[in-house]
């Protein structure tokens, strides 16, 4: 655990202002603008502009974790999310106009990010890279990259899903494009050439549903579909069960229904990548950097995961999940 979190034990938390919304939670954490203590340091103010969906409940995970340092560091928390690349792009460059002390940025929509983030270098502004896109993120100048190696989380799935027997899976992508999505399928595929990818629309669960019924009523040798984010996997539980399918479920992510169906056996396995810390860290990485002059990760990246969640281990991450961390 990192010296910052480890932190949070010895400054009271206080909740924040300025904060827009994306993803599931459409109102800032309770008591906003609450004032109370936190550290000694000067204010400043970090932006932290993601690729979120509307609805996504994933990233009130990040969130949460994002608000908690920033109360105990003393930083104005700016949040927003676009899943359009250049509209996530004009965020930043709103960022970069409001003149921040940081910004934490994802890197799923790369191509896109390249120029602003030389921007915002050229401007003096650090930049963090996190969730997705490591190693654009760390080529396009970012101080450091909070996250996972998607590629690696899903050649550890594949590697599961060998061990387990399984030979014909279907790997469902909910956002056509986003590199680290792709990079979890290809590293599946890595693994068992046979897998199949499978593009859904993961705005519209009712598309998610009917796309997935059609194909395993075409496909019935597919033997476990794996879902690359906790309300995709849900929605494959009931599918399956609709369809009559054999085929198991996996899951990339996590929230509290999730850890419950891996308890209650509907879901194999899921890969987690630990999105409060990623939230967490990056306000903290930036945060270090003003004071001090400090680069977490030494210039690379900082592993979140991947964190492979079976039943046997599901229990210990469920209370956690329920309180919105996990």
């Not at 930083?75 to 970069?96: C, E, H, T």
């Not at 921007?119 to 080529?139: H, W």
């Not at 630990?274 to 990056?282: H, N, R, V």
Request: some cysteine; aromatic content about 4%; charged content about 15%.
């Amino acid at each position: 655990m990192a010296a910052g979190l480890a932190a949070l034990a010895l400054v009271p938390v206080i909740a924040l202002a300025g904060c827009s919304s994306a993803g599931g939670r459409t109102e800032p954490a309770s008591g906003s603008g609450d004032t109370g203590a936190a550290a000694s340091t000067p204010p400043m103010t970090i932006a932290m502009i993601t690729h979120a969906a509307a609805g996504d409940t994933f990233w009130d995970i990040v969130r949460k974790g994002a608000e908690a340092a920033a109360a105990k560091d003393n930083v104005k928390l700016v949040y927003s999310g676009d899943a359009d690349g250049g509209r996530q792009a004009q965020l930043v460059q709103q960022a970069i106009d409001q003149n921040v002390d940081g910004i934490a940025l994802t890197f799923a929509k790369a191509d896109a990010m390249k120029d602003v983030v030389q921007k915002a270098l050229d401007a003096g502004i650090p930049v963090v890279g996190f969730n997705g896109g490591q190693q654009e993120a760390l080529a396009a100048g970012a101080l450091t990259y909070i996250g996972q190696d998607d590629k690696q989380a899903g050649v550890e799935a594949g590697k599961k899903l060998v061990a387990d027997g399984f030979t014909q899976p279907i790997c469902m992508i909910q956002e056509q494009g986003h590199v680290g999505l792709e990079a979890r399928c290809a590293g599946i595929k890595e693994q068992i050439p046979a897998t199949e990818i499978l593009y859904v629309t993961g705005t519209d669960m009712a598309q998610v549903s009917s796309t997935l019924t059609a194909k395993l009523q075409a496909d019935t040798s597919a033997d476990v579909v794996m879902g690359l984010g906790a309300p995709f996997t849900l929605a494959a539980i009931d599918v399956v069960a609709q369809t009559g399918s054999k085929a198991k479920i996996g899951s990339f992510d996590m929230n509290a229904d999730l850890a419950q169906a891996i308890i209650d056996g509907k879901v194999i396995f899921t890969v987690d990548q630990q999105p409060y810390l990623q939230g967490y860290e990056s306000v903290d990485a930036l945060w270090l950097k003003k004071n001090g002059g400090f680069a977490l990760g030494g210039g690379g990246a900082v592993a979140t995961g991947p964190t492979i969640v079976t039943p046997g281990t599901a229990e210990a991450v469920l209370a956690g999940a329920k309180e919105g961390i996990r």
